[in-house]
Nanobody
């Protein structure tokens, strides 16, 4: 399974971007996005389960970011609105064939498949 992330770029504060992550095979038990700013550890952004249920969001993005998916295209999306300079990071999509409990979706060590990362820069 390979994940291909895209959609990053330069955007002004308050702007929006939509990231996409397409899978070459079926890996969607659990899926989500993580990000890593320069000099920082990779952190959780949002994740959910292909079988349904609530989406988990990091406190820092809740209400601004929305995770969604297109079953027919085998693609997941991260809609990012009201972007802030502190959202600047390389964003990674992640997936695993297993369906994790809601409380475990933020655990970076549980995802076996990772995209290559796409850079989001929020700056005026």
């Amino acid at each position: 399974v390979q994940l291909q992330a895209s959609g990053g770029g330069l955007v002004q504060p308050g702007g929006s971007l939509r990231l996409s992550c397409a899978a070459s095979g079926r890996a969607w038990g659990s899926y989500g996005w993580f990000r890593q700013a320069t000099g920082e550890e990779r952190e959780f952004v949002a994740a959910s389960r292909w079988s349904g249920g609530s989406t988990r969001y990091a406190d820092s993005v809740r209400g601004r970011f929305t995770l969604s998916r297109d079953n027919a295209k085998n693609t997941v999306y991260l809609q990012m609105n009201a972007l802030k300079p502190e959202d600047t990071a390389v964003y990674y999509c992640a997936a695993d064939s297993r369906t994790w409990a809601f409380g475990s979706l933020s655990r970076i060590d549980l995802y076996n498949y990772w995209g290559q990362g796409t850079l989001v820069t929020v700056s005026s």
